[in-house]
């Protein structure tokens, strides 16, 4: 049973630091599509209102995306029971991504408020526990991948050929300044 339950705690570890991730990617895109819409009067009213809210209303706030983007995730997986693989991933796939990127978003909008919660706090703090678990997990493997991945580096760029020449040029054009 222990030869079982290692594997099964780094898959868990792994699929909750590619959550992790992917939370920062979206929050990180949210934010620069938001900062690329004008509308920064509209942006700071819903910042005002969301600091007037109740906390368990701004948590509202919070969850609500996700339970209305619950039945499209379900909808993907029935898609794909039922013989249609690629529309449900693409529907899937599409409501994770606005789920995501919704979710990350109403955070950092709600957090203020959200951390009046205790359990909220203490929740906070657990998920904060477990992406150091997380890392600590997955950290030999990651650090396994960082050399093999260095050693192919170096092994192209040894060897010369396009690849290598390639790889050259593109640093070279990189490190430029640009005027």
């Known amino acids: 049973m ?5 594997p099964f705690w780094f898959l868990l570890a792994v699929l909750f630091l590619a959550e992790a991730w992917l939370w920062e ?11 690329r819409i ?15 809210l109740p906390a368990a209303v701004a948590l509202l706030v919070f969850v609500i995306p996700g339970l209305v983007l619950l039945p499209f995730k379900v909808a993907g ?12 991933l693409a529907t899937f796939m599409a409501a994770k991504t606005a789920g995501l990127g919704s979710a990350a978003f109403l955070y950092e909008a709600t957090r203020p408020k959200l951390m009046e919660l205790a359990w909220f706090r203490r929740v ?3 998920v904060s526990r477990a992406r150091i678990w997380a890392r600590r997990q997955t950290e030999p493997f990651r650090s396994r991948i960082r050399e093999i991945a ?3 580096r170096r092994a192209v760029l040894a060897r010369g050929g396009v690849v290598g020449r390639m790889i050259r040029r593109l640093r ?8």
């Not at 222990?2 to 290692?6: H, K, T």
């Not at 990617?25 to 900062?35: C, H, N, Q, S, Y």
């Open 2 to 6: 222990r030869r079982l339950a290692r």
């Open 25 to 35: 990617l979206f929050a990180a895109l949210w934010a620069r599509v938001l900062a």
């Open 38 to 52: 004008p509308l920064d009067a509209l942006r700071a009213a819903l910042s005002r209102a969301i600091c007037r």
């Open 77 to 88: 997986l029935w898609l794909i029971g039922t013989g249609h693989p690629f529309a449900g």
């Open 124 to 126: 906070q703090e657990a």
């Open 150 to 152: 260095a050693a192919i």
């Open 172 to 179: 070279a054009r990189a490190r430029r300044p640009t005027t």
